[in-house]
């Protein structure tokens, strides 16, 4: 169950473990603090209420989901320390789903349920649904892929009911609401009310039907076995039972439909090369959905109004411009209406009153990320991912040295290393990879390659030992990971870091008459704390008149970042690795170099390396004595249990760094244990042959005492079957032989 205990603590050893454990049917492992759960692709009867109640219970106490969110709750109600459960692993890893299952486990074992809490237990698991359908696609690594990280807070009160929850959201992939890469589908949302408007005649009045009319979601329509219509249902049930009307949804549905119908929104050029939109029915639709006029979404995505010298004017923008503001309205529509869903969602699961409480927190992120091309969303995610690696490195060294503490051992902290030099050129203030970015996309002329250039001209990043270039490709940059080397393609980091949206579109959605939409775009982004400081008055390149100041978006996910850390490192964490076993969706299929890539980003490896780098054997003195002492018999009376201990070592020359000597326990460096191994191995290895022959002699002589002792038996049953049969025979003879003769008389007597 925990790979720590393995005799030999190495990469191949856990990945062998882990296959041998997959193909027999276990989902979980244990790798220390780390519980790792390998998706098995297909419906396993581990997960029902029986076995909820088993881990509630402590009757089960194997590696399980379930048994993970049961200790953190327990914690919280013996410690009153807030837990948190830090999920990760790559795109069909399942981390969607464990995040269900520790929210099931939450939702269940509150004690001295009311009506109320019973209530928020049930809005809790509600949200799986909704966020779901806002913030979940179909990828070609899974069809159920959720596209942002989310960081779910569960408050109970002294006494162990729920008392409310919050849910904060990160980094999510507008970019998918534009383009999705063949095969892979946009938010399941779109599909949803695609799919049930012949069924809803409201839908269908917002202008939804077949989801192959839209550019944004003809490029694939079908995601597994998934029902989009019977998904919608149960999408607006749980929007219902969380607290939307069926007006609030109606206005969520028309911001979907706006989506739509502005993706379609097509584009020509004039003489003098300007782009001319298309009246068609797809311009009067969006006008219809966004209460604006169809000129007001013309002049806002066809042209610019720069202010300059206090004049005013109106610049045509090309066909290339246009299709991109087209793009850049579509994305923060949806990005605003998921925001605005989010904070919604967090007013119907807020507290009631000013109760105190402890809390279980539910983290949700993406997995450590290497594509053949890397870029910006990468970045921000093997970021975030390299911040949380440093926490586990200071929490395990946390916990090697509370174990060094009880047994009275003196620390060696130079054989703890992490990753923070990797943090630190990241997120380094003023000179760090984000500073460098921050800084080009405000000057008037910052592009990709100015950025590329100002990492280089720095000499500080330049030489930093995390840091890198490749050689044959220009364009790029190389930063050295705890997972490995990650090489990052510098286009579109500038544009993606500003995501800013022109003022034009920004004053077309102020002129809505709808007050939906004012408020939607009036309300601060649910992504960034209002209380974050900004630059004021600084402005990205192209300001003029076409842009308004803004936060960049990777300042945003640091500071967002920062918040999240701290608030982990407030928390008791638990640890859970989600691994998926192959590339094809297919249940018993285990391909060795995905998993172990896998275990290296999810920092299991890394994990292994730190206990590796300290003395991973650990075994208290009696076993130690029980197991070893036969190499070192002299020392059987050296006293008590510690002082055979050392004796033992002492015997055989083991050098004074390679163990440590504690009051209950002896720890030693691998290599060490596997020399004693060796030794006892030779040492046992003539005795086991000697008694092994004693043995074979033993069972021979058995065998041929049995096999004498059957063919005697054998014998005397044939002679005694003979002896009867003749005895028998006699016997009839002999009857025969009166009955002859009586017969004989008796004619004899009748004659006479």
Not at 115 to 143: C, H, W, Y
Not at 161 to 180: C, D, F, S
Not at 247 to 258: D, G, H, K, M, P
């Amino acid at each position: 169950d925990d790979f720590l205990t393995l005799p030999n603590l190495d990469e191949p050893n856990i990945l062998h473990s882990l296959r041998v454990r997959y193909w027999a049917g276990h989902v979980y492992s244990h790798t220390g603090p780390i519980l790792i759960a390998v998706n098995p692709w297909r419906t396993v009867d581990i997960y029902n209420i029986n076995m909820l109640e088993a881990y509630k219970g402590g009757s089960a106490t194997g590696p399980h989901i379930f048994g993970l969110a049961v200790k953190a709750f327990r914690a919280l109600m013996s410690s009153r320390k807030n837990q948190c459960v830090l999920i990760s692993g790559e795109s069909g890893a399942g981390k969607t789903e464990s995040t269900k299952f520790v929210l099931q486990v939450l939702t269940a074992v509150g004690e001295n349920r009311t009506g109320a809490s019973a209530s928020i237990e049930q809005q809790v698991m509600l949200t799986n649904p909704v966020l779901e359908a806002f913030g979940n696609a179909k990828t070609l690594r899974n069809d159920n892929s959720s596209r942002f990280g989310k960081w779910i807070n569960v408050h109970f009160d002294r006494q162990g009911t729920i008392a409310g929850a919050e849910i904060k959201t990160y980094l999510l992939e507008k970019a998918r609401v534009i383009h999705q890469t063949a095969g892979e589908r946009n938010y399941h949302i779109f599909y949803q009310v695609c799919g049930a408007a012949a069924q809803h005649k409201m839908l269908s009045d917002l202008g939804l039907g077949d989801p192959k009319i839209f550019d944004y979601t003809k490029t694939c329509l079908v995601a597994g076995n998934m029902d989009d219509a019977k998904s919608f249902d149960r999408t607006k049930q749980a929007l219902h039972f969380i607290g939307f009307d069926p007006q609030s949804q109606q206005n969520i549905f028309a911001v979907i439909s706006a989506v739509l119908h502005v993706g379609n929104l097509k584009f020509s050029e004039d003489k003098e090369g300007n782009a001319v939109m298309a009246q068609d029915q797809h311009l009067q639709a969006v006008s219809a959905l966004l209460k604006v006029e169809p000129e007001s979404v013309r002049a806002a995505v066809c042209s610019r109004i720069i202010s300059a010298g206090g004049e005013t004017m109106v610049k045509p923008e090309d066909l290339g411009k246009a299709c991109q503001c087209r793009d850049a309205l579509s994305k923060a529509l949806y990005g605003k209406l998921f925001d605005h869903i989010v904070t919604c969602v967090n007013n119907a699961l807020r507290l009631k009153g000013a109760q105190v409480t402890m809390q279980v927190s539910v983290l949700d992120i993406f997995g450590f990320e290497v594509f053949q091309q890397n870029h910006f969303e990468q970045f921000c995610i093997n970021f975030a991912n390299e911040k949380l690696q440093l926490h586990f490195n200071h929490y395990n060294f946390m916990l090697e040295r509370q174990l060094y503490a009880k047994e009275g051992i003196e620390l060696v902290e130079s054989d703890f290393v992490d990753n923070s030099a990797c943090v630190e050129l990241i997120e380094g203030k003023g000179w760090g990879v984000q500073a460098c970015l921050d800084d080009v996309c405000i000057m008037p002329k910052g592009d990709d390659m100015s950025f590329l250039e100002r990492l280089l001209q720095s000499a500080r990043v330049k030489g930093h030992a995390h840091f890198g270039m490749t050689k044959n490709r220009r364009e790029t940059f190389v930063v050295n990971h705890y997972a490995g080397s990650v090489s990052y393609h510098v286009q579109g980091f500038c544009e993606k870091n500003r995501d800013l949206l022109a003022v034009d579109l920004v004053n077309l959605m102020m002129g809505s008459k709808s007050p939906f939409f004012l408020t939607m775009f009036e309300q601060p982004s649910a992504a960034a704390p209002e209380n974050t400081p900004s630059k004021p008055g600084r402005r990205p390149a192209g300001g003029g008149g076409g842009s308004v100041a803004y936060k960049s978006v990777s300042a945003t996910f640091k500071t967002d970042l920062n918040l999240l850390m701290e608030a982990i490192n407030a928390a008791e964490p638990h640890f859970v690795r989600c691994v998926n076993p192959n590339s094809r969706k297919q249940a018993e299929l285990f391909e060795d170099a995905k998993a172990v890539e896998q275990l290296r980003c999810g920092g299991v490896i890394e994990a292994v390396r730190m206990c590796r780098e300290s003395y991973p054997s650990r075994y208290t003195h009696d076993d130690f004595v029980g197991t070893f002492s036969c190499i070192a018999p002299q020392t059987s009376s050296a006293g008590p249990a510690r002082d055979v201990c050392y004796a033992i070592v002492q015997s055989i020359r083991v050098d004074p760094k390679m163990y440590r000597l504690g009051k209950t326990m002896i720890l030693l460096k691998r290599e060490v244990v596997d020399g004693m191994e060796r030794m006892r191995a030779q040492l046992l290895g003539g005795r086991a042959r000697v008694l092994q022959s004693a043995i074979r002699c033993f069972l021979a002589a058995r065998e041929l005492a049995h096999k004498r002792e059957v063919r005697r038996r054998y014998v005397s049953t044939v002679r005694l079957q003979g002896a009867i049969r003749r005895t028998l025979s006699r016997r009839g003879y002999a009857r025969t032989i009166q009955a002859v003769r009586a017969a004989e008389d008796k004619r004899r007597r009748e004659e006479a």
